[in-house]
């Protein structure tokens, strides 16, 4: 049976949890995601708070990170979603984020109603990457790629 959260705090607990066992592990997100058999941009969220695992991938987990049969249990419930209390982020890479959507936010907004017409991107049927090239002029940078459904707007 499918069971949701309504109080982000369980979840939360499991997470904290889960993050202390990958440290003592010294596991990377990627290997978690490999367990799981699943995307490590999924998994990740998941295991953080913010999506549901499948049963085998939820036990394949809680065994790799040694999570007992009730936190396998709850990374499958649907959680309530949301990761970063009200107000702006002070963490300096989610604040980042937050800025680049405070600057490029009416663009992005501007260039998919452009090209798509009225509608909104899919959050749910999404996926997510991040890659680290070589930057030409010298270090690195950070590729993201966000990739979601368009939903067009239907009158009704």
Request: aromatic share 6%.
């Amino acid at each position: 049976m499918v069971h949701a959260q309504f109080d982000a705090t369980a979840r939360q607990d499991l997470a904290a949890r889960a993050v202390a066992a990958k440290t003592r592990k010294d596991v990377s997100w990627q290997q978690i995601a490999d367990a799981a058999e699943l995307s490590v941009a999924f998994v990740t969220a998941a295991v953080l708070g913010q999506h549901a695992l499948p049963e085998a991938s939820a036990a394949a987990v809680a065994e790799l990170l040694g999570l007992d049969e009730d936190d396998a249990a709850l990374l499958q419930t649907i959680p309530t979603r949301g990761s970063i209390p009200g107000g702006i982020p002070t963490d300096p890479t989610i604040y980042r984020f937050h800025e680049m959507l405070q600057v490029y936010g009416t663009t992005l907004k501007a260039l998919v109603h452009e090209q798509f017409g009225d509608g909104i991107i899919s959050a749910i049927n999404f996926r997510l990457d991040v890659k680290k090239v070589a930057d030409p002029e010298g270090g690195e940078r950070a590729v993201i790629t966000l990739d979601g459904k368009y939903l067009p707007t239907k009158p009704f």
